[in-house]
């Protein structure tokens, strides 16, 4: 079946950029939107960023001016790029995406990556 897989989580301090990746694997037709969640310890899961099919974007509020989210079609890969990291940052960051199988849209999460921003 298809698989997402999230990478490029770590630690990093106040005021430094991290570029999270999402890749798509599997028998995959196209993959339409996608969003990137995160949630915190002890609090409910959050949308950070949305890209369309069509490549238009949306954030929530505390990320805007400093997330990007962006996609390679080629690469069946969505990417977050976080600039300006704050503490509050810190969550399990997860992608999720719309792929079409053949002629059906199936949904799909990834395992999460753990981002870490220390003041």
């Known amino acids: 079946q298809v698989q997402l897989v999230e990478s490029g989580g770590g630690l990093a301090q106040a005021g430094e950029s991290l570029r999270l990746s999402c890749a798509a694997s599997?028998?995959?037709?196209?993959?339409?939107?996608v969003h990137w969640y995160r949630q915190a310890p002890g609090k409910q899961r959050e949308l950070v960023a949305f890209?369309?099919?069509?490549?238009?974007?949306k954030y929530v509020d505390s990320v805007k001016g400093r997330f990007i989210i962006s996609r390679d079609n080629a690469q069946n890969t969505v990417y977050l790029l976080m600039n300006s990291l704050k503490p509050e940052d810190t969550a399990v960051y997860y992608c999720?995406?719309?792929?079409?199988?053949?002629?059906?849209?199936?949904?799909?999460w990834g395992q999460g990556t753990q981002v870490t921003v220390s003041s």
């Open positions: 890209i369309s099919s069509g490549g238009s974007t």
């Open positions: 599997g028998s995959i037709t196209s993959i339409n939107s």
């Open positions: 999720n995406a719309a792929v079409v199988v053949d002629r059906t849209e199936y949904d799909y």
